[in-house]
Every structure is written in structure tokens, then in C-alpha cells.
């Protein structure tokens, strides 16, 4: 499985990347399939850096937040109004409750048919897991002051060289503060991609929004997870802060997701 990062700026774009957007890309012995993990504020244009918008196989949304979700609106224009017709099936987007009326409703639609003819919505249902391709995705229900929150937890079964199978599992925080479902999804994992918006000491009267480093540190090491790559870093967060919060708290590798760095898991 590979992790490609299209925008890891927390709450709003930054200079140098767009809002949370994760493309994933695996095979399932046949051909690749890609989904997408958030689709913030500005990533619809970085994405095509990666992959043409039509090979995006499904889009899953942690939560509503424009920082998260917003640029659902931009692929809406490209798959109604592209010249010749879009030529696929509409776009599989599993989120909340609310998505499609959200989106409807930010580009000013009529909830009917609101985005309907162009994306397939499919709602959440807490750690019911949904499986297309060689993906399966767990949502857990994280604790973010929005009315429905959920870190995934993507396991991938692919053939190795010898045309074994092989399981890795790779789980995205979404937005959060601390809390058991946030370890239950990060559970063994492979690589976990985990927010650290806030700084120990200057956010500490904060309760139940996010993630410092220390507390993402510690979140992997309860979790048992071998990778910790911390994102969702706001521009007025320190990168350096935040890994030296989490590295006493977790043994395993730690790093700061940097748009358009791919990683294997």
C-alpha cells in the first residue's frame, strides 16, 4: 500500500500544502485502486499532481469540516460539467449523516438531487466496516467537537512477490483529542497517521479537539502501533515542538507528514 500525502495543513491551507487529503493506492492481484482519506480545503488541484480525478476509486470523509471535506464541491464541478461527459460511475463517498446535504447545501443546491447524480453517499455506521477492492475500512468514533467524528482504520490485503497474501494496516486519527476509540482504530497498526495541531503548554486549556504530540505519543504506544507520522499541524503549531513532545512517549519511528512525500506501508 502506498501513502501518498496531497495536504496535511491543519484547519486551513498553509503555504506550503493544502488541508488534510491522503491518497492510498493498492492492488488487488488484478489492478490498482485508489481512495481517498479527507478531501480539505485545496486539494482537489493538488491531487491531480497524483492521480487523474477519474482513477479515484472512493472518497471517505472523517467528519464535516471544511478543512476536511469542503473540496467534495470542486469534484463535483469536475465530474457534472466535464466536457464529453465524466465517463464512470459516480464516485463512491462514504461520511456522516449529514454529508450530502453539507455539500448540497455549501454550493447553494436543492438538497434533491444536491450532489446525488454525481457522488454515491453512503453513511457511517460506527466500526462497521465498509470493503471495496483490496480495502477494508473501519470507521471509530473519535472525540472532536463535531455531532459524528471518526478515525479510519485501513487494513490492505495484498500479494507480495510470490503472489502471497500480505496484510498491512495503516490508521488516520481524522480530528481528535484523546480518547479509547482513537487507540482501538490504531490498534497493531503499520503505520499511523496521527494529528498533533496542538503544542503542550499553550493549548493545555483546550479539552476535547486535538492532539498534542506527547498525546499522540502516547496514543501510539497504547495502541501498539510501529510508525507514528504525525499531520494535521497548523501553521501556527511548531513541526519541531510536536516531535519532541511525541518521541519520549513513543519508541517506534516518528515523523512529520510533508505534502507530496509517499511512504509505503
Request: proline share 6%; glycine share 10%; net charge negative.
Amino acid at each position: 500500500m502506498k501513502l501518498t500525502i496531497v495536504g496535511c495543513t491543519g484547519s486551513f491551507p498553509g503555504p506550503g500544502s493544502p488541508a488534510s487529503c491522503y491518497l492510498l493506492t493498492a492492488h488487488d492481484g488484478e489492478r490498482q485502486w485508489k481512495i481517498v482519506m479527507d478531501l480539505g480545503s485545496g486539494a482537489l488541484g493538488a491531487i491531480q499532481r497524483y492521480t487523474d480525478l477519474e482513477d479515484i476509486d472512493a472518497i471517505f470523509l472523517t467528519h464535516l469540516h471544511p478543512d476536511h471535506c469542503m473540496d467534495l464541491c470542486g469534484l463535483h464541478v469536475a465530474v457534472r460539467w466535464k466536457p464529453g461527459g465524466w465517463g464512470r460511475d459516480r464516485i463512491p463517498v462514504w461520511g456522516p449523516a449529514a454529508t450530502a446535504d453539507r455539500m448540497a447545501t455549501a454550493y447553494g443546491l436543492e438538497l434533491v438531487p444536491g450532489m446525488h447524480e454525481e457522488f454515491d453517499f453512503s453513511n457511517w455506521n460506527e466500526r462497521q466496516s465498509v470493503q471495496l477492492g483490496p480495502f477494508t475500512v473501519t470507521p471509530y468514533a473519535v472525540n472532536h467537537p463535531v455531532e459524528e467524528a471518526y478515525a479510519l482504520r485501513v487494513e490492505v490485503t495484498e500479494p507480495d512477490k510470490e503472489g502471497s497474501p500480505v496484510t498491512r494496516i495503516l490508521t488516520y486519527s481524522g480530528d481528535t483529542d484523546s480518547c479509547q476509540g482513537l487507540e482501538d482504530a490504531a490498534r497493531n497498526a503499520d503505520l499511523f497517521l496521527c494529528e498533533a495541531a496542538f503544542e503542550e503548554g499553550r493549548d493545555d486549556d483546550i479539552k476535547d479537539v486535538h492532539l498534542t504530540g506527547k498525546r499522540a505519543g502516547q496514543a501510539a504506544t497504547a495502541a501498539g502501533a510501529r510508525r507514528l507520522l504525525l499531520t494535521h499541524i497548523p501553521v501556527w503549531t511548531s513541526q519541531t515542538k510536536v516531535m519532541a513532545e511525541a518521541r519520549p512517549e513513543f519508541a517506534g519511528d516518528v515523523a512529520v507528514a510533508v505534502a507530496g512525500v509517499h511512504y509505503t506501508v
